[in-house]
């Protein structure tokens, strides 16, 4: 899988049952990987997904002569010894759309003492400018040039400790500070991070290089630069959103989904919402079953939030399954402004769904006065039926994969190749909990 113009038909209407198992969070691997370029010798990780974020990253790593081997079970082994500067073009032909350039800056200028980056893209899900990481590494002393074919930094005097204020607890930004910060001269205050259990992991593996980081309360950390840092060997932290995902497929389907390798401690918040709606779930020391109550679903009202809050790639998969609950759900979207478009494929299934640009269903967020749909009304039950659908990006794929999967009749999803950006193997386990679709190339 990844081919852009893959296309699945699927026969739905046939609940998914079945065990899957997770590997590491998408959102931990990538920016674990490119930690690595900051350590003297080499790291280990496991439990790294076959997905295509990953493989664009190593080809990143790759081409900035970091030499990156790997076995069957998802194990990594990355030596960043001969680190080097890589051609503009080169990088661009690695990224493609991927917005990870931007993170390989800070130790990239920390090891070379330079750093290059093309033009980024990403997800189409709303306003995620690279501005904010460049006005951060400036603060670190970086020199930002915007040249016709992208942005080149340098170091002319290192990077230096600096206070850095975040407006917003973004994901982001925060692991910039983390990975510029760590070698950087004197001590860094960072205020208002974000600290997903990603972001916590990722603190674990650059202490374990030799990092000096505490995290206060009040989304405050602090790092304390350090002058050299070892490689590093750790397991990643499971992905949770790919747990939420099939679990909102177990209860839109009518099935019963046990996802290997999810926790509970990081799933809290989502198995506290997945509960209102009616879902059963069963907590084991090695995963998590999913499964439908076998009665009406209820409505909920849900507002996503940065962690330790609702998470905004929670909501997609989950809006599939309210469309079955009786009555009138609301999903309010405050962390991504752009977050609704795949909707309109679930209203030609035959949801009734209507988006609006005001704050529903919760306070209001930064999103209310700027003319963005941003909430959603989800009335039901509605019974889905087939239809043809282009995937407009990751969580909403999936979502649409779920739609087609829980509706009546044949459905046609293409570019379905983006899926495989944060979903391992997915063909595969849609096989193992007994889903009837056809893949063609």
């Known amino acids: 899988m990844g081919l852009a113009g893959d296309k699945i038909t699927i026969h739905g209407g046939r609940p998914l049952n079945g065990r899957i198992e997770l590997k590491g ?21 496991r439990d790294v997904p076959d997905i295509s974020d990953v493989r664009v990253v190593r080809g990143l790593l790759d081409v900035h002569g970091v030499k990156v081997t790997s076995d069957e079970d998802g194990v ?30 800070g130790p990239l200028l920390h090891r070379l003492g330079e750093a290059f980056i093309p033009d980024l893209g990403g997800c189409r899900i709303g306003d995620r400018p690279i501005d904010y990481h460049l006005e951060v590494l400036r603060q670190f002393g970086a020199v930002v040039e915007k040249q016709p074919s ?24 925060t692991e910039q500070v983390l990975l510029t910060a760590v070698r950087a001269e004197g001590i860094t205050e960072l205020r208002g991070a974000a600290i997903e259990p990603e972001i916590m992991d990722l603190i674990n593996i650059l202490q374990k290089m030799g990092a000096i980081i505490a995290v206060d309360t009040d989304r405050v950390i602090r790092i304390e630069g ?7 060997s750790h397991t990643a ?31 809290l918040t989502f198995l506290n919402v997945y509960r209102k709606v009616g879902g ?23 507002e996503t939030d940065v962690h330790p809050g609702f998470m905004t790639d929670w909501q997609q998969p989950l809006v599939v399954a309210l469309t079955k609950a009786k009555g009138v759900s609301i999903v309010h979207e405050t962390v991504y ?33 700027r003319n963005f749909n941003h909430s959603a009304v989800i009335s039901g039950p509605t019974k889905l039926h087939g239809a043809d659908i282009v995937v ?8 649409h994969l779920i739609a087609a999967l829980s509706a009546e009749g044949t459905s046609t999803v293409s570019n379905v190749g983006i899926i495989s950006r944060g979903y391992e193997k997915f063909i595969t386990k849609l096989e193992q909990l007994g889903a009837d679709f056809v893949l063609e190339g």
């Open 25 to 45: 969070a998408k959102n931990l691997v990538t920016k674990a990987m490119v930690a690595a370029i900051l350590g003297e010798t080499p790291s280990v990780l």
């Open 76 to 105: 990594l082994t990355l030596d960043p010894s001969n680190v080097e500067s890589a051609h503009m073009a080169d990088i661009d032909a690695h990224a493609g759309s991927s917005r990870i350039p931007i993170l390989f800056c």
């Open 150 to 173: 992208g942005i080149r930094m340098s170091a002319p005097n290192g990077l230096k400790g600096t206070k850095v204020h975040l407006p917003y607890p973004s994901v982001g930004a």
């Open 226 to 232: 350090v002058e050299r840092l070892e490689g590093y």
């Open 237 to 267: 932290l499971f992905d949770r959103n790919e747990a939420a995902s099939w679990a909102a497929a177990a209860l839109a389907t009518e099935g019963d989904i046990f996802v290997g390798g999810a926790r509970q401690a990081e799933m």
């Open 280 to 302: 059963k779930f069963d907590i084991h020391d090695d995963g998590i079953r999913f499964y439908h109550p076998g009665t009406e679903l209820n409505p909920v009202i849900i």
């Open 337 to 369: 402004e752009q977050r609704f478009g795949f909707v309109d494929a679930l209203v030609e299934m035959g949801a009734t769904i209507q988006v609006h640009k005001e704050c529903l269903g919760g306070q209001a967020c930064r999103f209310g006065q």
């Open 392 to 399: 407009p990006d990751l969580r909403g794929g999936f979502s």
